[in-house]
């Protein structure tokens, strides 16, 4: 996983990954949703609408953070991916939550539904969120979430914030948008170590973190 040093200082101190761009497992009821009453889609790969202004800006970035994710894993040695063919796909918002003393980071996938980052299928425990000091976050480009699909899956991660830390409350900001390559057969290309292969991108525009 090759991330900014903003992001990597964040995120490395959030969580341990098993795998690069999340849990691909099968989707189950778990999660809490911004939109009671509406069913999540079967499985993990479930599109979110890109027609948001941030959505859409997220996918015109897209050509211009393959070629720095390309040249970057080139500078390495490691084999790019080839993502012809497939089609580009808003899987999960990366939102960001922040109080007086630190910040955590969750994903908002289809249906409104929130984990922790790189949590998924696990539904979060709002007392035992992973928190990282808020001098990690400084630098990061964040956005305030617009539209109905942000605004609810901002409403969603401050109600388990306010669950985690009653009396508080907390700056919820749009951190990033995590692309994945579906092909024909529904599947995501995946890395040469066999994960799903993941673009997150800034709300400048600029790709945040990787799988490789």
């Known amino acids: 996983m090759k991330r900014t040093i903003v992001l990597a200082a964040l995120v490395l101190s959030l969580v341990s990954l098993t795998a690069c761009g999340g ?11 911004a939109a009671t009453g509406t069913p999540e ?21 897209l050509p211009a953070a393959l070629k720095t994710v390309n040249a970057a894993v080139k500078s ?15 899987v999960a918002y990366v939102i ?12 908002v996938r289809s ?5 922790e980052l790189y949590g998924y299928p696990k539904p979060p425990n709002p007392k035992g969120l992973k928190w990282t000091p808020l001098a990690f976050s400084e630098g990061a ?20 914030i306010k669950v985690a830390r009653p009396g508080t409350t907390p700056t919820v900001k749009i951190y990033g948008y995590s692309f994945y390559w579906i ?28 799988s490789q």
């Open 141 to 160: 480009s964040l956005a305030d979430p617009a539209g109905g699909q942000e605004l609810a899956g901002a409403s969603a991660v401050a109600s388990i």
């Open 111 to 115: 249906g409104g539904r929130v984990y």
């Open 41 to 61: 889609p079967a499985g993990p790969y479930a599109a979110i609408s890109t027609e948001g202004a941030h959505e859409k800006a997220a996918v015109a970035a």
């Open 183 to 210: 092909k024909a057969d529904g599947q995501p290309v995946a890395t040469p170590n066999g994960s799903p292969f993941t673009v997150t991108i800034d709300p400048a525009g600029k790709a945040s973190s990787w």
């Open 96 to 107: 960001q939550a922040a109080e007086t003393t630190g910040v955590t980071l969750f994903e």
């Open 76 to 90: 390495q040695s490691q084999p790019t991916i080839d993502v012809s063919g497939a089609t580009p796909t808003l």
């Open 23 to 33: 849990s691909p497992g099968a989707s189950g009821p778990g999660g809490s949703s």
